[in-house]
């Protein structure tokens, strides 16, 4: 039977990764190591300027006061006897998309898995709240994929699911978009002043094959993701051109 770790941002209470662990503990040996508290928009970020403590809350089932990254980190060196096949991250509780990848504690989760050679899956459904179930049968049937087939090392998958049945779904790449920060401004009881970063209005690119796109069509999105963030497009074009060309001193 094979062995999954899951975790999430939304900390161990969250509806979201409850629907995750009642699906996947249908296809394998379910662990779960997720944070204590929320720690959404924490990204790939580990906790290096305190201790960390992990507790037993359950059979395979602990607690972590730190970041999606730090639970995973922890379960594959500490927590877990033996190695999982794979890491599975989510569900969470709002959209990751475009270059919301960047901040989500979500993908993060699946990408320390990557980190370590494994294969990573995060889950994000396209709504604050509401039924999780079909998300979660989504992600199981993914998964039980994933380990069949496998995928190329250092990649995971990132995947957002839209609210209700599935129609379908679409490999995608990451959108582009435009963002309207809302953040609030005001004075705590002390007097001293504060801002408070809300939900940001965003508007994408029109991009038939971008992940904002699939959603936008009702279809569940599929992003390959890797750590390795070099355009390497970019790098080549600069590797013709005399702006960046150096003189080896002798």
């Excluded at 990848?101 to 990557?114: D, I, P, Q, R, W």
Aim: charged share 20%.
């Amino acid at each position: 039977m094979p062995k999954i770790l899951i975790t999430n941002d939304d900390g161990h209470f969250s509806n979201g990764i409850a629907a995750l662990t009642q699906a996947l503990e249908l296809i394998g040996e379910v662990t779960v190591v997720a944070p204590a508290s929320e720690q959404s928009a924490t990204a790939h970020s580990l906790t290096l300027t305190r201790p960390l403590r992990a507790r037993k809350i359950g059979e395979r089932r602990y607690t972590v006061d730190g970041t999606p990254t730090d639970c995973v980190l922890l379960a594959l060196t500490k927590i877990m006897p033996e190695r999982p096949d794979i890491v599975v991250s989510g569900i969470n509780h709002g959209a990751n998309l475009g270059d919301d990848v960047t901040y989500s504690g979500t993908v993060a989760g699946a990408l320390e898995a990557s980190v370590y050679r494994l294969p990573g899956i995060a889950v994000s459904l396209t709504a604050r709240e509401g039924d999780f179930t079909h998300a979660a049968n989504f992600a199981a049937d993914l998964t039980a994929r994933v380990l069949r087939d496998g995928l190329p090392e250092g990649t995971i998958l990132n995947v957002n699911v839209p609210l209700g049945e599935i129609r379908g779904a679409r490999l995608t790449h990451q959108g582009m978009a435009s963002a309207t920060p809302d953040i609030i401004e005001g004075v705590d009881p002390r007097g001293r002043g504060y801002y408070w970063i809300g939900v940001q209005k965003v508007s994408w690119k029109e991009d038939p094959d971008s992940d904002f796109a699939a959603i936008g069509a009702g279809l569940v999105s599929i992003t390959p993701l890797r750590t390795d963030l070099t355009d390497y497009r970019t790098l080549e074009a600069l590797r013709g051109s005399d702006l960046f060309r150096f003189d080896v001193q002798s």
